[in-house]
């Protein structure tokens, strides 16, 4: 038999991608996967029909609402799932004990072509114990998805949640930049935070192999080194600037540079407010702005921002206004972000006003220097004039909280409902295959998720529907839905001949996920003391789940 390369699968008739990052394998999983998938085969019940529920039981960040995100690379790793000879010889060599020939015959033959995957879609608001995935098969083969698929949504659904946090405070006016690459937890950390952060509602990235992956704009301009390497204008060597428009040529920007510095220190308006600056730092904003007369944008905080940084910015905006370009904006880094952006802009629309530009005064202030949640909301008590963050460090590794905390159980094998029971009620699993509906109020807000047994008829549009806490008796509620919206779709169907939804792309996932917080009360999703929203099972599910539990827990008896 040839030996098998991971790649392109071609599973189910459909030609699909590998997942992003190249190590997302069968492989990537833990190694008791492997020791069931033995154990089931070697019992006959490897080829059992089982059926999983992915889902999580406590909303990120004290919030009370979460993103779902990672759907597309999940269905990539089911798409491609094999195992190459020389990946079925180590898994052999692994194990404990001796692996019998029938089981590396088995191995070689595994794919996902008789799985089911059912799932929310990409970007969706989601709450918890709704299914997220329900994953059906052969046991052993599912059982063998559930790590990597646990992987690829735990992190990737927290960090867009964040992203979407950081999108609700900041506003909607707001451009939010994800500058966190070099702070993220190694190459896949911050190639998947770049891809989901978007997701969540940021605009850009400055992560230039995110941005040629997944087609994320890029954004960025030059650090502190950058400007410290100048030590005067004498450096400029090359110092003319075509004209925008190519009509003529300024043969000496430089001195056009110092020019209009002088004018803003002249200036009345201005008072004392500007003397000498930094020349070094003139000069590589002058040099920078020679390299990119079309993207000028400054990083003004080196040496001190009001009475250096800006100044030098404006000499070198104004100048290249005169040859017919805009600039781009400021950036501040350090220091008090509310006061600094209050006085630049000041002065910005007093040159605005000094020399006749209009739109100079509204000229882009960009904030960094380890922005959070609690720093934009801070802002935004004090009173700012920036227009937009770059945030990095807090952002792109959940420094709120390390982990969404997704779990994947059993809940039918056999068409026989399982139940996995629990002294802490929050673990106790909703068992059997479900449908899932999000049903939606007169204002169009969402009201509640219920959930319901796969054979039960679907909540109708003005139908007094009885909605059930699954564990709490007397949380109860009659719901008359205006609009019903079916929850679970079919991205891969195995064998079934179910259609499939097609994987968007990834600016309309972005889209969705807007939209979706859109449709959210206010309350919901606001950040301090959200209202928890409701997530219920139909009154026929929840006769069933409570006599399946009483069927299941042991009797005690007293001695």
């Not at 089911?116 to 879609?121: D, F, G, M, N, R």
């Not at 003139?282 to 800006?310: C, H």
């Not at 007093?350 to 005064?361: D, H, Q, T």
């Amino acid at each position: 038999m040839e030996a098998k390369t991971n790649g392109p699968s071609v599973n189910a008739g459909r030609v699909m991608d590998g997942p992003t990052n190249p190590m997302v394998t069968p492989l990537l999983t833990d190694l008791y996967q492997f020791t069931m998938a033995y154990a089931y085969w070697k019992a006959g019940k490897h080829n059992d029909r089982a059926v999983f529920d992915l889902y999580f039981r406590k909303n990120p960040f004290g919030g009370e609402f979460t993103v779902f995100a990672g759907l597309e690379e999940c269905i990539k790793l089911i798409a491609n799932f094999e195992l190459t000879e020389e990946e079925i010889s180590f898994i052999c060599e692994t194990l404990p004990g001796s692996c019998e020939e029938g089981f590396v015959k088995y191995l070689r033959n595994i794919d996902c072509s008789d799985v089911e995957v059912y799932a929310i879609s990409e970007g969706t608001v989601v709450f918890p114990k709704v299914p997220l995935l329900r994953v059906e098969g052969p046991v052993a083969v599912v059982q063998l998805l559930e790590t990597p698929v646990l992987n690829l949504v735990n992190f990737a659904s927290l960090v867009a949640t964040n992203a979407a946090r950081h999108r609700l405070v900041a506003g909607k006016s707001k451009m939010l930049l994800e500058f966190g690459l070099r702070r993220a937890q190694g190459p896949d950390g911050a190639i998947s935070a770049s891809k989901y952060c978007y997701i969540g509602g940021f605009d850009a990235t400055s992560n230039v192999a995110a941005g040629r992956l997944f087609g994320i704009p890029l954004r960025g301009t030059h650090s502190h080194a950058f400007v410290s390497s100048f030590m005067s204008p004498d450096e400029i060597l090359e110092r003319s600037l075509h004209r925008s428009d190519g009509s003529s040529t300024c043969e000496d920007f430089v001195s056009l540079v110092q020019s209009w510095l002088s004018k803003i220190q002249w200036a009345k308006a201005l008072g004392n407010t500007v003397g000498e600056t930094n020349q070094s730092e003139l000069a590589a904003f002058t040099s920078y702005a020679l390299a990119f007369p079309n993207n000028f944008l400054a990083l003004v905080d080196t040496y001190d921002v009001m009475r250096s940084g800006v100044p030098n910015f404006c000499a070198v905006a104004l100048a290249l206004n005169d040859l017919g370009y805009k600039s781009v904006g400021i950036r501040l880094d350090s220091g008090d972000l509310a006061y600094l952006s209050g006085e630049a802009r000041k002065i910005f629309q007093i040159i605005e006003k000094e020399f006749g530009l209009p739109g100079f005064g509204k000229t882009s202030i960009t904030a960094s220097n380890d922005l959070n949640e609690e720093t934009l909301d801070a802002l935004n008590k004090q009173g700012h004039e920036v227009d937009c963050y770059g945030i990095g460090t807090y952002l792109v590794t959940c420094y709120a909280q390390a982990a969404l905390g997704c779990v994947f159980k059993l809940v039918e094998i056999n068409n026989q409902p399982r139940i996995k029971l629990s002294e802490d009620v929050s673990k106790v699993s909703i068992p059997c295959k479900k449908r899932c509906y999000r049903l939606y109020g007169r204002e169009g807000y969402s009201l509640v998720d219920i959930m319901t047994g796969e054979n039960e008829p679907c909540p109708k549009v003005g139908e007094r529907i009885l909605c059930r806490h699954p564990f709490n008796e007397s949380k109860r509620a009659y719901v008359v839905p205006q609009r019903v919206e079916e929850l679970l779709k079919c991205y891969w169907p195995g064998k079934s001949g179910k259609v499939r939804e097609e994987l968007p792309a990834l600016k309309d996932i972005r889209d969705h996920c807007i939209k979706q917080l859109e449709q959210m009360r206010p309350d919901h999703i606001r950040r301090l003391n959200p209202t928890p929203y409701k997530v219920s099972v139909s009154a026929k599910l929840y006769d069933f789940i409570h006599f399946l539990w009483l069927n299941e827990a042991p009797v005690g008896e007293l001695q």
